[in-house]
């Protein structure tokens, strides 16, 4: 956190003691924010003198007594202050900031501020005499927004957030779906001001759910379009594409959709975090239903699986599952198609060979190919049970499915991470209020849901976060947030050693008239 100090110094503070600048306050509180961090720092690093850091702490105290003649004024300026310093002292107990960058911080403000050569206070070190600013033309002030270094990604007016996903090809709509989700949400905090005064914009880029083409899509992002962060990216072998070029970059990848295991490490990865419940929830969660409430045998439970890190995330689950209820994996039937394709002739071929023997089958398919499989084996298998996980697109498999007839989608199980978009808790109508004012038209998804409400959660931590916005900031932000109530019928939360705000798992169940009504799992 470098200041821009000749800027600093220009500060009008103060025009008298008896009448301060209408917006000393606010100027005071900026200030804080900036000097904080470097006293901070200093102060958690040993072999840096105390005094050296008393010196500045007693000027600033010195410059938020004048500030104001309110007590209370006076009081919130010094816990402002406060915070930030511990802000700064974490930032090296942490480790991210050595001891010679606070140094160097330090030696820099002490410098700005001449306190090697003046004992005058801090006051008239960055603030002219009364009479001078008397006269100063206002024009002259610099806004707060320009005391501080250039955040990528940040202007004084705007955040620039980046979504890849699949907006051609087979898998499309899922691309669509969520950054309408994430669209709607910015857009309906951009209307109530934006976030700290700023607002928020989503740039797209498309990698067509290929894997081949996320990086030159994340490049695109981060490098021209010079977005802060990305939210809501789509696909799990994008992800293992993604993922280390935005840890590379030390830029934020929030809210993924996808539920894979590599969006989730032990200890988590700093800048990664997720919305959603994962796979391996959501497939214990419908192995239990199937054993445990629809009175299955282990062995009647087939996997339908894209032969991707997705299919491959979505059938470890199951495994896992198994071994949870002491039930040997080691015999599970692995059905199998090509991702962004529909050839599921192999799969089907594999299944007929059982005899019957598969009473029920756990998909981890995108719409198009999961439609097509119960097309082909729906009439074969009389009976048959058919669940898939939440990344499916829920709506363009009822879609899909209610085209080749209502007895194709009747009973289909879809596991989500989101309520029902047919219910009645809070944060699903105000998305659907805000959907139809911004998007009017566009139908009730669950997909857009999952991604409004990701969207919801970053923007309460950027609004907790403050104006003086960097990623470590928002990083530590997001790691103390707790029990954050949207309305959802679940509290959302993270930490330093959790990384997912949700592990409620919803279930939905297709009826003949292509609707998903809402089902137990346990």
């Known amino acids: 956190m470098i200041l821009r100090w000749p800027l600093f110094a220009g500060i009008v503070l103060l025009a008298s003691p008896a009448t301060a600048a209408p917006n000393t306050i606010d100027i005071v509180r900026d200030l804080a924010a900036r000097v904080g961090p470097i006293v901070g720092s ?14 500045i702490t007693n000027k600033f105290a010195a410059v938020i007594q004048e500030a104001s003649a309110d007590p209370v004024a006076r009081n ?12 700064g002292a974490n930032l090296v107990t942490s480790n991210r900031m050595d001891c010679a960058a606070a140094e160097r911080q330090l030696a820099e403000l002490e410098r700005s501020l001449g306190i090697a050569k003046s004992s005058s206070g801090l006051s008239s070190v960055i603030a002219p005499s009364p009479a001078a600013a008397a006269t100063a033309p206002a024009a002259q002030l610099p806004a707060p927004a320009d005391a501080g270094p250039a955040v990528h990604g940040i202007t004084e007016n705007e955040i620039r957030f980046g979504i890849v996903g699949p907006f051609t090809g087979a898998a499309r709509e899922l691309g669509r779906q969520m950054k309408l989700g994430v669209d709607t949400a910015f857009n309906r905090a951009n209307e109530s001001g934006g976030v700290n005064g700023r607002q928020l914009k989503l740039i797209s880029a498309d990698d067509g759910y290929e894997p081949t083409r996320t990086l030159d899509a994340m490049k695109q992002l981060y490098d021209k379009d010079q977005v802060f962060g990305f939210i809501g990216n789509v696909g799990t072998p994008t ?26 490490h032990d200890p988590p ?15 214990d969660a419908v192995v239990r239903y199937l054993i445990k409430l629809r009175h299955l045998q282990p062995r009647q439970i087939a996997v339908f699986a894209q032969q991707d890190a997705y299919g491959d995330a979505g059938f470890a689950g199951v495994a896992k599952a198994f071994r949870l209820l002491g039930i040997d994996d080691g015999g599970i039937l692995r059905l199998g198609y090509k991702r962004n394709t529909v050839d599921v002739e192999d799969a089907v071929n594999q299944l007929k060979q059982q005899k019957g023997a598969v009473r029920a089958v756990v998909m981890v398919a995108t719409y198009r190919a999961a439609a097509k499989f119960i097309e082909k084996t729906h009439d074969l298998f009389p009976g048959i049970v058919y669940t898939n996980v939440s990344f499916v697109g829920s709506t363009e498999l009822a879609s899909e499915l209610m085209l080749l007839g209502p007895r194709f989608a009747d009973g289909v199980v879809v596991t989500q991470v989101v309520p029902a978009v047919g219910g009645f808790s809070s944060e699903v109508l ?18 857009s849901l999952e991604g409004y409400v990701a969207a919801n959660v970053l923007i309460e931590a950027l609004k907790r976060a403050g104006p003086q916005l960097d990623v470590e900031r928002l990083v530590d932000t997001l790691e103390n947030m707790r029990n954050l109530d949207l309305g959802l019928g679940v509290p959302l939360g993270f930490g330093r050693a959790e990384h997912q705000a949700s592990h409620k798992i919803w279930g939905t169940a297709l009826d003949d008239k292509g609707k998903y009504q809402s089902i137990e799992l346990e």
Do not use: M
């Open 239 to 264: 992800a293992a594409v993604g993922i280390p070029y935005a840890l590379q970059q030390k830029a934020l990848f929030f809210g993924a959709f996808t539920g894979a295991s590599i969006l989730r």
């Open 76 to 87: 919130s300026l010094s816990q402002v202050f406060e915070r930030n310093v511990r802000d």
């Open 269 to 283: 990865d700093r800048y990664v975090f997720n919305y959603r419940a994962g796979y391996a929830e959501e497939t």
């Open 430 to 447: 105000e998305y659907k209020t805000a959907l139809a004012k911004y998007f009017p038209g566009e139908n009730v998804d669950y997909v």
């Open 42 to 55: 200093a102060q958690a690093c040993s072999d840096i003198e105390r005094a050296r850091v008393q010196v």
